[in-house]
């Protein structure tokens, strides 16, 4: 009766989403005071003032709420290019940017835009989950291919093993959810290198898609590189559903290399999946908001401090965790099964993602996008017994 494909999506779908709604239902039963839910990221602080008062004049701006170009404002679209260019030796046109419905939307896009029936996305692990369907919508599969165990790296080695003829896109995600692992510009030029002598070797262009809502969460001096003067045939999608606190909005851009072969064509055919996916185009509001705002960013050093927090706690511990460069999330290591770990936290109202659900058993995931108190209030709770206390969850 119904589609098979989504259907079997469905019975698969995020684990992430399953643990959030696990945390309502506790939050009902308990008290939210008494729930600890680290499994969402969802940013809980409010965007920056200067954004939420940009919206309300933009409310009465003439044409606001009419249709635009399906890619977006040109005028803000050279904004965003202007902000993509700021630390490159070239730069982007305004015609180099389509306006997203958030990075989801823009990752359909792109995907839709280059992908043939079979052909293969390259991830790392521990990668999102929903890439995957994300891809399968539009007739791509995933190749999922490991990360060096101690920092979450991909390599140079692992690229070249998963490379084969179906190959039509690399996607990586940095700063990395889970892990909150930076991926540093040694690593990118290893995986731009394999990526160019791929194309040497067969002639067949392979699209390097950064995917950045992350990019702006970082810390302790690190910088995003800028993939776009690393590698030719490379994309950017982003949203500023972390950066600014509007993960509600569904507000973010493509930002396509002006490098790629035809790229006239290319951008053409991104405008049309656009409109065809059901877009039709990005949020007139925001659009202009974000154009207006887009060198705002939220409390970088609030997130810092929960990290600190939270790795200290749990290193003392002797959990073992990469300490995260960006993101708000800890991805340590389980001291038992992630699944079981994950179940036995639940049971003392600790919501926490197995590592499972982004291709990395064996870890699990902490969102610590929550207010302080909330993660004090979870690191000094007499509720819990001795069985969690025994797996160093936490402390008393």
């Known amino acids: 009766m119904f589609s098979k494909v989504a259907m079997n999506s469905v019975s698969n779908s995020s684990m992430i989403r399953k643990m959030f709604e696990e945390g309502e239902k506790l939050a009902k039963i308990h008290g939210a005071d008494n729930v600890f839910d680290f499994s969402i990221g969802n940013p809980y602080k409010e965007p920056p003032r200067s954004v939420k008062e940009t919206i309300k004049e933009l409310v009465d701006e003439t ?5 635009m170009a399906n890619a977006g404002f040109p005028e803000v679209r050279e904004r965003v290019a202007k902000h993509v260019s700021r630390n490159l030796d070239f730069s982007l046109d305004w015609k180099h ?143 500023f559903s972390k950066s600014l606190g509007l993960a509600g909005q569904r507000i973010g851009y493509i930002a396509v290399n002006p490098k790629i072969e035809n790229i006239d064509l290319l951008m053409d055919i991104m405008t049309f999946a656009t409109r065809t996916l059901g877009f039709v185009s990005a949020s007139a509001l925001w659009q202009k908001a974000v154009a207006k705002c887009i060198d705002e960013i939220v409390d970088v050093e609030d997130y810092k401090e929960k990290r600190d927090i939270l790795y200290n706690h749990l290193t003392s511990l002797g959990f073992e965790i990469r300490k995260p460069e960006g993101t708000f999330y800890l991805f340590p290591k389980s001291p038992i099964s992630d699944k079981e770990f994950t179940a036995l936290a639940l049971k003392h109202n600790i919501l926490v993602v197995p590592g499972s659900g982004f291709g990395s058993p064996g870890y699990f995931r902490i969102s610590y996008c929550v207010p302080t108190e909330k993660i004090m209030k979870s690191l000094r709770s007499e509720e819990h017994t001795s069985e969690l206390q025994s797996l160093n969850l936490i402390s008393y």
Do not use: C, Q
């Open 63 to 67: 044409g606001i709420h009419r249709y």
């Open 97 to 239: 940017i389509v306006m997203a419905s958030g990075a989801a939307g823009g990752l359909n896009v792109v995907f839709k835009s280059i992908l043939n029936e079979d052909e293969e996305v390259i991830v790392f692990a521990p990668y999102f989950v929903e890439y995957g369907f994300y891809a399968k919508n539009h007739g791509g599969n995933l190749k999922v291919v490991d990360t060096t165990n101690s920092d979450f790296m991909p390599t140079r080695e692992g690229l070249r093993a998963a490379l084969n003829e179906k190959t039509k896109a690399v996607l990586i995600n940095s700063p990395n959810n889970p892990s909150g692992a930076l991926y540093n510009r040694e690593v990118l030029e290893g995986l731009a290198a394999e990526l160019k002598e791929w194309k040497e070797k067969t002639g067949k262009t392979i699209f390097l898609i950064s995917d950045e809502p992350y990019a702006e969460i970082v810390f302790d001096g690190h910088e995003v590189p800028n993939i776009l003067g690393i590698y030719d045939d490379s994309i950017i999608v982003t949203s």
